[in-house]
T-cell receptor, first 116, second 114 residues
Framework: AQKVTQAQTEISVVEKEDVTLDCVYE???????LFWYKQPPSGELVFLIR??????QNEISGRYSWNFQKSTSSFNFTITASQVVDSAVYFC?????????????FGTGTRLQVTL | DSGVTQTPKHLITATGQRVTLRCSPR?????VYWYQQSLDQGLQFLIQ???????AKGNILERFSAQQFPDLHSELNLSSLELGDSALYFC?????????????FGPGTRLLVL
């Protein structure tokens, strides 16, 4: 069985602070995908990234960066110089890759509140 | 606007009924995902189709079924509805370029079962 843990239920930061959202996963699959999604207060879902398990390079996209560490089964997400518009619930997810049995499992989400 | 449309936006129905949710992907996107978000269960993956074929399956109940048609739109059928099926149902279409996938979400269908 696969599992995704987002231990931080809620984080509150002041604008311009850096913040890291933790994601720890469990899987027996040798290849898998990891995802991050954002859900702002308006309710829509926004896809942020998909990372393949054999690609351990860190990813940077503007103020967002992702740190994939296979050794610790973690896929953490950092927002640099946070802004009020970053306030949202962030979900981490894992898709095991076992052919037709692929399944996507979500964490419970981390609510990020960025204040002025 | 993501380019993914979902109809209807809202749906109110009674227990025991059957409903169909529709998703039109972005032009050219072959893959469609369905997700359910409820207060009780959180965000859950239901099923993924790729070019008409089922690609991955999640926590989709036997009362639920889905398909992707030749024109790539997808429908999620929910039958024998229960109160607990009340949720927000999202679909997403995706494209893979140079090994990188990007998913585009529709606005969701809010289902209320009374």
């Amino acid at each position: 069985a696969q599992k995704v843990t987002q231990a931080q239920t809620e984080i509150s930061v002041v604008e311009k602070e850096d913040v890291t959202l933790d994601c720890v996963y469990e899987t027996r699959d040798t290849t898998y995908y990891l995802f991050w999604y954002k859900q702002p207060p308006s309710g829509e879902l926004v896809f942020l990234i998909r990372r393949n398990s054999f690609d351990e390079q860190n990813e940077i996209s503007g103020r967002y960066s992702w740190n994939f560490q296979k050794s610790t089964s973690s896929f953490n997400f950092t927002i640099t110089a946070s802004q009020v518009v970053d306030s949202a619930v962030y979900f981490c997810a894992l898709m095991g890759n076992t052919g037709t049995a692929s399944k996507l499992t979500f964490g419970t989400g981390t609510r990020l509140q960025v204040t002025l | 606007d993501s380019g993914v449309t979902q109809t209807p936006k809202h749906l109110i129905t009674a227990t025991g009924q059957r409903v169909t949710l529709r998703c039109s992907p972005r032009s050219g996107d072959l893959s469609v995902y369905w997700y359910q978000q409820s207060l009780d269960q959180g965000l859950q993956f239901l099923i993924q189709y790729y070019n008409g074929e089922e690609r991955a399956k999640g926590n989709i109940l036997e009362r639920f079924s889905a398909q992707q048609f030749p024109d790539l739109h997808s429908e999620l059928n929910l039958s024998s509805l229960e109160l607990g099926d009340s949720a927000l149902y999202f679909c997403a279409s995706s494209v893979v370029r140079a090994g990188q996938e990007t998913q585009y979400f529709g606005p969701g269908t809010r289902l209320l079962v009374l």
